[in-house]
């Protein structure tokens, strides 16, 4: 019965929080593509479920012509000068992606057929080449089955969706059991890590709460992410436009999942995101270079630093020249500094008199965002001043160590 109950008060929350609309999304966006990849097409599925599947995926795209093929770069064009190339994987790879950024699979036959044409390689014929509409269960399908093919030509390790999967239970398994469910990550096209309609971490978070603040300020920046703990939020930065981002985080073994996540999401928004993650603690920004940054970002988890420590983080931010973006948790048991209005103080203090409460009502993790004192000539960000209430947060007295990745 108590589970009953806590099931039932995370969907009202959910209800709530994200509207009833959400639901269709989780049956069409995750819930589907998942049991289409698991019952019909991917490695899994029974044989007559493949056959339908891929009957129904030749019936949904078309072939392409040569002259679409020749403009989106991966065909040579009839008539033209060219020559046999012998080729290695890496060569191959740009025109793989290339196509598959246009829609196009069914490439594995031009493998063994590619040509030179005046410097850039091109592939002689794709007897096989379909035009899908992206974002489909049959464009998934095609594109893991070139990568597939890909590899066992090349004897390479292209991403795939069976990799992905096989990769992420291997290192969830490796993380300490509270992190295992935390900080879900919505990759895309039924591709998830725990539980995607929780709005108190991860990606749920990030779209409830950060993305309205947050991604007009990271679009086009250089980002340091502080405590980055498994990289949701930062790999959420970067799909918002952010350059580039550094993440830090003390765990090594959650600093490993956080660089798998990077790599997933790259391969699955066909996208090279340009993501690093420094196992450290967070104080590293105070004891070594780690480059000039235009945005630094603490998700509730700067808090888990000494006082002093906090500050000087702040301030070296401000002397930066950096906007400023920390998450708060006014739920938090203890004597942590993690409620608003101490990291508004310490804001304040600390050389980003600008600073901007953004909070959500019945949401305990407000955001708060500043330019330093130089830079306010950028104008006042906008705010959305709103109450908040508690929920349950991480202990506080567990080790420093342990306290700088604790869950955000």
């Known amino acids: 019965m108590q589970?009953?109950?806590?099931?039932?008060?995370?969907?009202?929350?959910?209800?709530?929080?994200?509207?009833?609309?959400?639901?269709?999304?989780?049956?069409?966006?995750v819930a589907a593509p998942w049991t289409l990849y698991r019952f019909a097409w991917g490695p899994r599925a029974a044989r007559p479920a493949r056959r339908l599947f891929a009957g129904a995926a030749r019936v949904s795209s078309r072939r392409p012509s040569p002259g679409e093929l020749e403009?989106?770069?991966?065909?040579?064009?009839?008539?033209?000068?060219?020559?046999?190339?012998?080729?290695a994987?890496?060569?191959?790879?740009?025109?793989?992606?290339?196509?598959?950024?246009?829609?196009?699979?069914?490439?594995?036959?031009g493998f063994d057929d590619v040509l030179q044409v005046d410097g850039d390689l091109r592939f002689a014929h794709l007897p096989d080449a379909r035009v899908f509409r992206q974002g489909s269960a049959s464009y998934f399908a095609g594109r893991d089955a070139d990568r597939v093919a890909f590899n066992r030509r090349f004897n390479a390790e292209l991403m795939t969706e069976e990799r992905a999967r096989t990769a992420l239970r291997t290192i969830t398994a490796r993380?300490?059991?509270?992190?295992?469910?935390?900080?879900?990550?919505?990759?895309?096209?039924?591709?998830?890590?725990?539980q995607v309609a929780s709005t108190d971490s991860g990606t749920g978070r990030w779209e409830y709460c950060n993305l309205p603040v947050v991604s007009p300020l990271v679009a086009g920046k250089r980002v340091l992410d502080l405590?980055?703990?498994?990289g949701a939020l930062s790999l959420m930065m970067l799909r918002a436009g952010a350059s580039r981002v550094l993440g830090v985080e003390v765990s090594p073994e959650i600093a490993d999942a956080a660089r798998l996540h990077g790599e997933i999401l790259s391969w699955r928004d066909m996208h090279p995101y340009d993501f690093t993650v420094l196992t450290s603690d967070m104080r590293v920004f105070l004891q070594q270079d780690l480059g000039v940054f235009d945005v630094v970002t603490a998700f509730c988890s700067l808090y888990y630093l000494p006082g002093q420590?906090?500050?000087?983080?702040?301030?070296?931010?401000?002397?930066?020249?950096?906007?400023?973006?920390?998450?708060?948790?006014?739920?938090?048991?203890?004597?942590?500094?993690?409620?608003?209005?101490?990291?508004?103080?310490?804001?304040?203090?600390?050389?980003?008199?600008g600073t901007v409460v953004h909070a959500?009502?019945?949401?305990?993790?407000?955001?708060?965002?500043?330019?330093?004192?130089r830079g306010a000539r950028q104008g006042a960000l906008p705010?959305?001043?709103?109450?908040?209430?508690?929920?349950?947060?991480p202990p506080s007295d567990a080790p420093l160590a342990q306290r700088a990745s604790l869950p955000k």
Do not use: W
């Open 309 to 353: 420590d906090m500050a000087a983080v702040v301030r070296k931010a401000a002397g930066m020249g950096a906007a400023l973006i920390l998450q708060a948790n006014d739920g938090i048991r203890g004597n942590l500094p993690a409620r608003t209005r101490d990291l508004r103080h310490l804001m304040l203090e600390n050389g980003y008199p």
């Open 175 to 194: 993380l300490p059991h509270a992190y295992r469910d935390y900080a879900p990550i919505d990759f895309g096209h039924g591709l998830v890590v725990g």
């Open 360 to 373: 959500l009502a019945g949401f305990a993790r407000p955001v708060l965002a500043g330019h330093p004192a």
């Open 3 to 29: 589970e009953i109950r806590r099931v039932a008060k995370g969907l009202v929350t959910v209800v709530r929080r994200r509207g009833v609309s959400y639901f269709r999304y989780l049956v069409t966006g």
């Open 227 to 230: 405590g980055c703990n498994n």
């Open 71 to 87: 403009a989106i770069g991966v065909l040579a064009a009839r008539g033209t000068r060219a020559v046999r190339a012998v080729v």
């Open 383 to 393: 705010g959305r001043s709103r109450p908040s209430s508690g929920c349950a947060p």
């Open 89 to 109: 994987g890496a060569d191959v790879l740009p025109l793989l992606d290339r196509a598959h950024r246009a829609g196009v699979t069914g490439l594995a036959a």
